[in-house]
């Protein structure tokens, strides 16, 4: 079962953001896969081992106004990624996701993969600001570190008020 780790990382990703049953978030497969490697190559990082991933990292550059847009809750997930043109001029990076197995946790790797593809995507592109939706506790942990490594503001789109 030399992809075993494969179906886990599936599992782990539909368990933790439910992206399932919410049509307004990102749901990636081949479709979205191809889209966002035309966006920039950088959008999406894998680690693998020899049983399959064992971390992906999904990062995605847009316009100032698509992050703005987003952090004021004006746009879904989705949206985001639907207004993001391939081609664009991007002044932002969207720290959508970050998964890895448990067993591989703790040990830097979602940070270095998202460090590497955000300064990757700084190399085309003038960004100016980081955002992100956390999912987590970890998830806001990661992000602040990454946005201190890169020196770059980092901005959080808020939770839906009760209501």
């Given at each position: 079962?030399?992809?075993?780790?494969?179906?886990?990382?599936?599992?782990?990703?539909?368990?933790?953001?439910?992206?399932?049953?919410?049509?307004?978030?990102?749901?990636?497969?081949?479709?979205?896969?191809?889209?966002?490697?035309?966006?920039?190559?950088?959008?999406?990082?894998?680690?693998?081992?020899?049983?399959?991933?064992?971390?992906?990292?999904?990062?995605?550059?847009?316009?100032?106004?698509?992050?703005?847009?987003?952090?004021?809750?004006?746009i879904s997930e989705r949206d985001l990624l639907d207004q993001t043109l391939v081609g664009g001029n991007y002044a932002a990076v969207y720290?959508?996701?970050?998964?890895?197995?448990?067993?591989?946790r703790r040990r830097g790797l979602a940070k270095r993969m998202a460090v590497d593809a955000v300064r990757s995507i700084q190399r085309d592109?003038?960004?100016?600001?980081?955002?992100?939706?956390?999912?987590?506790?970890?998830?806001?942990?990661?992000?602040?570190?990454?946005?201190?490594?890169?020196?770059?503001?980092?901005?959080?789109?808020?939770?839906?008020?009760?209501?």
């Amino acid at each position: 079962m030399r992809e075993q780790n494969l179906q886990r990382m599936i599992h782990l990703a539909e368990e933790f953001f439910a992206v399932k049953s919410d049509p307004s978030q990102i749901s990636v497969d081949e479709e979205v896969m191809a889209l966002l490697e035309r966006i920039h190559p950088a959008t999406v990082s894998e680690e693998r081992d020899e049983n399959g991933p064992v971390a992906w990292v999904l990062v995605i550059p847009t316009t100032r106004d698509v992050m703005d847009r987003f952090i004021t809750r004006t746009i879904s997930e989705r949206d985001l990624l639907d207004q993001t043109l391939v081609g664009g001029n991007y002044a932002a990076v969207y720290l959508c996701s970050a998964l890895v197995l448990p067993e591989y946790r703790r040990r830097g790797l979602a940070k270095r993969m998202a460090v590497d593809a955000v300064r990757s995507i700084q190399r085309d592109h003038q960004i100016t600001d980081l955002f992100f939706w956390a999912f987590s506790e970890e998830g806001k942990t990661l992000a602040s570190s990454i946005a201190r490594e890169v020196l770059l503001p980092l901005h959080e789109r808020p939770e839906a008020q009760p209501g």
